[in-house]
């Protein structure tokens, strides 16, 4: 240092309060209630590259973090205008510009031409619907995009697309809402000990990637915790509101997968690069992250093992519920058949004596028996009693 004296790292204050505190990391599940745009096709037969915003989306929201060993200076700016001279400013600095909303798709375009995107590249931008992918130009400069998972409140997953490109002494993100999982980074960013404000800017970029993979594990972990509630409530009381919340699960856990296999997929690509594509120092990084995604997997492929077994308990729960209603009307039916029988018999009215007076022995003699209704109840009482010992002895009330 110039003198023998450290220069103190300092933030620089904002313009205005900011709406979205940068300094609270939200947990997962505070991330509900976050922006939902309406996605739209696009349209068809535009030329390649042509920057469409989709209905209802926000407008861009700039942040500019720059910073190196010494010092950090962050800021939301008002003005595209404002934040490119404080960027130009001070060349010596790394910068993170963080690019929230895509409602302006003149700024984006400006952004684009100042820092020489590649226009189809900022075209997957918008059209954020794109798998996780990395793509690298001959400059030797990165273009990449991850899913930013996060929970609903009915427990569905719901995903962001977060776009980076990275440059010389820049990286640049993109994402459509305002909130996001990056608040820890920012402060990491923060910290006068924070290794990343030592490290090449592509640190930066793998920072991100990250602190995005970092959130799958509290994620799976709500899920499996949840596949244990289902679990639960398949005993208790099997509905087919529970099994359409089982369906809902697997669903869900079959888009995770996808998602995180992408990722693998493409930090595998990342893997592969040239040493002058990727610098040997940030390989075991990469090599990190890529252990993590695969770790992901497995955790995935658990919880989809967990939702399927779940489904066939709810079957197997199900279709024993059933057998014990049908071996209850079985139960019911078998001591009222010779019960029927009985009453059906003695229901026919034959008569014991003809119109002349003469008796006829064998027409039911007993229907004018001083007792004979209470002997044919004693009777029937004893032919149920006989049928419960004989079920109770076969094991059919265990």
């Keep these: 240092m110039p003198g023998g004296v450290a220069r103190r790292a300092t933030v620089s204050p904002l313009p205005y309060p900011m709406k979205f505190p940068l300094a609270v990391l939200r947990p997962v599940a505070a991330l509900r209630g976050s922006h939902r745009r309406r996605r739209a096709a696009p349209s068809v037969g535009t030329a390649p590259g042509t920057l469409q915003v989709q209905p209802g989306d926000l407008p861009p929201r700039l942040f500019l973090i720059s910073f190196d060993v010494d010092e950090v200076h962050e800021r939301e700016y008002l003005t595209y205008a404002e934040l490119l001279k404080a960027y130009s400013s001070r060349p010596d600095l790394k910068h993170w510009l963080d690019v929230r909303g895509y409602g302006d798709p003149a700024l984006l375009a400006q952004i684009r031409d100042d820092f020489h995107l590649s226009p189809l590249q900022l075209e997957d931008v918008l059209h954020d619907h794109q798998r996780p992918k990395m793509e690298v130009d001959t400059e030797g400069r990165f273009f990449l995009v991850s899913r930013m998972l996060e929970l609903t409140p009915n427990l569905g997953i719901h995903n962001d697309q977060l776009s980076i490109f990275t440059g010389p002494n820049y990286v640049i993100s993109f994402q459509v809402d305002y909130n996001d999982c990056l608040d820890s980074l920012r402060s990491r960013l923060r910290s006068e000990r924070a290794q990343i404000r030592r490290r090449p800017i592509l640190y930066l970029a793998y920072a991100l990637l990250d602190t995005v993979i970092d959130f799958y594990f509290p994620l799976l972990n709500k899920l499996t915790e949840h596949i244990e509630e289902l679990e639960e409530a398949v005993f208790a009381s099997p509905s087919r509101l529970l099994l359409a919340r089982i369906l809902m699960a697997r669903k869900e856990l079959i888009k995770v997968r996808r998602l995180v296999v992408s990722e693998r997929d493409k930090l595998n690509e990342l893997l592969r690069l040239e040493a002058d594509a990727l610098p040997d120092e940030l390989r075991p990084f990469i090599r990190d992250l890529y252990d993590h995604t695969t770790q992901a997997i497995e955790l995935t492929e658990n919880a989809r093992e967990t939702i399927s077994n779940v489904a066939e308990l709810y079957q197997s729960e199900v279709n024993n519920r059933m057998n014990q209603v049908m071996k209850l ?38 229907l004018y028996q001083p007792h004979g209704y209470i002997a044919l109840l004693a009777v029937m009482s004893l032919v149920v009693a006989g049928q419960l010992t004989f079920f109770w002895w076969r094991g059919w009330f265990r």
């Design 329 to 366: 009307l079985t139960i019911i039916s078998s001591i009222f058949i010779p019960l029927s029988f009985i009453v059906g018999l003695y229901g026919m009215n034959f008569q014991p004596t003809d119109k002349a007076g003469h008796e006829l022995p064998l027409n039911m003699p007993e």
